[in-house]
């Protein structure tokens, strides 16, 4: 009971949701109370990757959040909302429409090292309370800009890239608005944009889908919303997929409901991944029964010949310790497995 599985997640459910989910799924496949955290907060309206740690893989859970991680959004262009996607409050409109020549111009602009203000909707703690909380309140929240990087950034026009259909009184807005209980224009419900042809060459756009690799703490709404200003309009994400994060990928993914018919079937196990999963980037070192019992018990090592850094311990393929090799090698997250 020590190990990951890789979750699919659906649009609408949150990931502490998700970990409930997937305990109800260990006990019903007999798998009785293991502890069970995730690799990194996805908003409820986004669905993809959602690494979950089982057991000791638990001890590994703030390693996954400082991995990079990689998504598909789509940018919905006439509307920003005061959450940044489609969950949110119209706050700002404007009636010009990119083209694909003019999205790909300004992407290079938002690749590399760069610094972006976080939404004001996030869990960023101001003065010890999450910004949403004080955002919902009605308080007016601005977040200090933050350094991250955009590893890689490009177009998918044939997801997404739809052209702006015009009506006689200037632009619509993206996807379908529709008006709250207090008359608040809404955006419409995230969506997963259909497959079609690129658009034509100079054809203005009412969305697109992008793919980005980006490191840890990048915003993917902020980082639509500025790529939206950039091309002299406004915009929202409407749609939002991690397709991997670290190591892990949709590949590996299961949908919540295969989840269920394993735990029926009595074969949730066979869909874990070993805890050494989430530890692929690292170099293994081979350490003797003398030398596991050292790290098992927090002593420090001397005289180890490899390479300095972060490296997994292990003995006889059972992992025992994250150590940190220097002149002295110490432990950084012991694990509590014991061979059979």
């Not at 990757?49 to 638990?58: H, K």
């Not at 419900?189 to 697109?208: K, W």
Request: glycine fraction near 12%.
């Amino acid at each position: 009971m020590h190990g990951w599985l890789i979750l699919d997640k659906p649009v609408g459910l949150g990931s502490t949701q998700a970990v409930s989910a997937v305990k109800r799924a260990l006990r019903a496949g007999g798998c009785g109370k293991a502890k069970v955290g995730h690799g990194g907060t996805l908003d409820p309206l986004a669905s993809g990757v959602l690494p979950i740690a089982i057991g000791e893989a638990t001890k590994l859970s703030g390693r996954m959040l400082d991995a990079d991680k990689a998504y598909d959004f789509t940018i919905g262009f006439g509307a920003e909302t005061d959450t940044l996607d489609a969950e949110g409050a119209v706050i700002a409109e404007s009636d010009r429409r990119p083209t694909l020549a003019e999205v790909e111009a300004v992407l290079p602009r938002f690749t590399g090292p760069i610094s972006q203000r976080p939404p004001a909707y996030s869990a960023l703690k101001v003065g010890g309370r999450r910004a949403y909380d004080l955002a919902r309140a009605g308080e007016e929240v601005v977040l200090a800009r933050r350094e991250v990087v955009v590893h890689a950034l490009s177009s998918s026009p044939g997801r997404g890239g739809g052209p702006s259909h015009r009506d006689g009184g200037g632009g619509s807005l993206p996807g379908d608005m529709s008006r709250g209980e207090s008359g608040t224009r809404v955006a419409a419900p995230l969506h997963q944009p259909a497959a079609g042809p690129p658009p034509r060459a100079g054809e203005e756009l009412a969305e697109i889908t992008l793919s980005a690799l980006v490191s840890k703490g990048t915003y993917i709404r902020s980082l639509a919303r500025d790529i939206a200003q950039a091309l002299g309009t406004v915009g929202h994400v409407t749609m939002l997929r991690r397709t991997k994060a670290g190591p892990f990928t949709l590949e590996q993914a299961i949908s919540l409901d295969n989840l269920d018919r394993a735990a029926r079937d009595a074969r949730v196990q066979a869909l874990f991944l070993p805890l050494t999963a989430g530890l692929d980037d690292i170099p293994v070192l081979s350490v003797s029964p003398e030398q596991a019992q050292a790290l098992r018990q927090g002593r420090r090592l001397l005289g180890i010949a490899a390479p300095p850094g972060l490296t997994l311990a292990m003995l006889d393929g059972l992992p025992v310790a994250l150590v940190d090799v220097a002149d002295e090698t110490t432990v950084v997250r012991g694990f509590n497995l014991m061979s059979e």
